[in-house]
């Protein structure tokens, strides 16, 4: 399992209309580059310390290291591609999702065969086809993205910002107006929350009772 | 026999439905407002919220809660793919727990949770399908545009699930024909039929199945 990157700091928001802060963006620094991708969400109600997705056809695993100033630092690791040993998805795979393995068959497993004959089985399991496009850019030396996300068909927007150095992030954060009290939402929780798998923001659900 | 006049927002006999969710419909849409005959002023636009309950083991029964007023309805047939619902139940909360015993959870087919107590505010309603497997609640709100098209009342909507967007066109009317030239009309021949359960189930990850787009 080879380390992809140093962890960075992330902070992250979704929401429907970005309209405002992308136009902020636009204006503090250029667009980069814009690409598309699609990633399968491996998501368990329990795990929050996880961010678990496989994309063309290589599973990888973010970590939650720690959480400073309101950012959040994520380890990625590489898990490996499809075919995938059936000892990884019990020792590395399940452990990250926190729920039981089940008997395995199969000494390896297609990434078909992983979706039918393990995961969708799973009642404690579910999962998120996401399909990005992804605005790149750079803002006080952090990669900043906007994306527009469809989870399960259903879209959302989110901004990123990230950095090994936690101060950079927060000051871009500072640039683009955006505010201590912005909750910093990280994949799995927005994805959870579509889903059901977690409680919607008090505020939203008050706000319309 | 003649054909009953639909009025927008009138009480009629079951309609036949069709209605597709996807990412976009711009093509039909813009049909859609060409095609149509003017409308009343109250259906041009319209939002509410709403939450709907949505059970593993059931695809018959829609149950949504508006303004605390509980409506089920229930799939009744299937012709030539559109669907027809009929009322099934209305309430209010706070609910009483024989209602809720003999009428509510037998139509989310699911085990029935001991209810403890004789009356059930909207809140503790909703705690008890936070607490059971097999049910959720999901949030929902919509913005309903309405149209009258080949004399069958349709909508253009954007719909919030769980706040993630998809939008939602439909047509609906007491005769299959016209409903089946509308979707003619719109070009939405090659569209899914997707009423509500089933979108809200593909979205949250109940179902797997796509969209229409």
């Given at each position: 399992m080879a380390q992809e990157s140093n962890p960075r700091f992330e902070f992250r928001i979704f929401g429907i209309n970005l309209e405002k802060l992308t136009a902020t963006l636009d204006k503090l620094t250029p667009r980069l580059q814009t690409r598309k991708m699609n990633s399968i969400y491996l998501l368990t109600a329990g795990n929050t310390k996880n961010n678990i997705k496989i994309r063309d056809g290589i599973m990888d695993i973010k970590v939650l290291e720690q959480e400073t100033d309101g950012l959040e630092q994520w380890n990625p690791f590489l898990v490996g591609e499809f075919p995938l040993k059936g000892d990884v998805i019990k020792t590395v795979v399940f452990p990250a999702l926190g729920i039981v393995c089940p008997v395995m068959d199969r000494d390896q497993y297609t990434l078909d065969q992983f979706l039918k004959?393990?995961?969708?089985?799973?009642?404690?399991l579910s999962v998120a086809f996401v399909k990005k496009v992804r605005h790149g850019y750079m803002l006080n030396n952090c990669i900043t993205e906007i994306a527009e996300v469809l989870v399960n068909g259903a879209l959302i927007n989110t901004l990123c910002i990230e950095s090994e150095d936690p101060k950079q992030v927060l000051a871009a954060k500072k640039m683009l107006g955006?505010?201590?009290?912005?909750e910093n939402v990280n994949y799995p929780l927005a994805l959870k929350r579509i889903m059901g798998l977690a409680s919607l923001p008090k505020k939203y659900w008050e706000s319309n009772d | 026999m003649s054909k009953e006049q639909l009025e927008i927002g009138a009480i009629s006999k079951p309609r036949f439905e069709f209605r597709t969710f996807g990412k976009e419909f711009n093509e039909a849409a813009f049909l859609m407002s060409r095609l149509s005959v003017p409308v009343p002023e109250k259906v041009w636009e319209r939002f509410s919220e709403e939450i709907y309950i949505v059970s593993k083991?059931?695809?018959i029964n829609n149950t949504k809660i508006r303004d605390g007023k509980m409506d089920i309805k229930t799939l009744i047939q299937s012709v030539d793919g559109l669907e027809q619902w009929n009322p099934l139940m209305k309430g209010e909360f706070p609910m009483k727990a024989e209602i809720l015993t003999q009428e509510v959870f037998p139509a989310f087919k699911v085990e029935m949770p001991e209810l403890t107590k004789e009356i059930y505010t909207l809140e503790e309603f909703l705690e008890i399908i936070h607490n059971h497997p097999d049910l959720q609640a999901v949030r929902v709100e919509k913005e309903r545009y309405g149209y009258m098209v080949n004399d069958t009342i349709c909508e253009y909507a954007n719909v919030w699930i769980n706040g993630a967007l998809v939008v939602s066109l439909n047509s609906e009317s007491t005769e299959v024909e016209d409903i089946k030239k509308t979707i003619t009309d719109l070009k939405l021949e090659d569209a899914e039929n997707i009423n509500y359960l089933q979108a809200i189930k593909r979205v949250i990850g109940m179902s797997n199945k796509k969209l229409a787009n």
């Open positions: 004959e393990i995961i969708s089985i799973d009642p404690d955006i505010g201590n009290d912005t | 083991t059931n695809d």
